[in-house]
């Protein structure tokens, strides 16, 4: 591989993951204000397993927002380098995975992560 293709792939990485990050962290902060605010005092009165359930919902909402965003970011943000010395970004594992995207909307949806610490404290 040539350095115009390996400098290629770098910056395309670097514009991926700021894309995904930028929109993992909007995601979160949206579905902090969405979803209601984690109350530990009614999660007490409350039973273990509609907490889990509660949980569990987020888990399968936060897994849908990542499969709808990684199909739709290739298609509605290509690639400014794509062609430029061989490049396709089709084959940008970072692109395919959303491994930015991922970590960005778990970690700064706050109320989640409170509801996770609630529930993983329940079993100790």
């Known amino acids: 591989m040539d350095l115009g293709f390996r400098f290629i792939k770098i910056i395309d990485i ?7 990050f930028t929109l993992g962290f909007l995601t979160a902060r949206l579905f902090d204000s969405i979803f209601t605010k984690f109350d530990e005092t009614r999660a007490k009165q ?17 897994a849908i927002t990542v499969y709808i965003v990684r199909n739709i970011v290739p298609v509605i943000l290509p690639s400014p380098f794509e062609g430029l010395y061989g490049f396709k970004q089709a084959l940008v594992s970072e692109l395919k995975f959303a ?3 991922i970590f960005a909307l778990l970690y700064y949806q706050k109320n989640f992560q409170t509801e996770l610490k609630y529930i993983y404290n329940l079993f100790d």
């Open 99 to 101: 491994p930015t995207f």
């Open 14 to 20: 670097c514009y991926v993951t700021l894309i995904y």
């Open 46 to 62: 409350q039973s273990k397993l509609l907490v889990i359930l509660d949980a569990v919902s987020r888990i399968c909402i936060n």
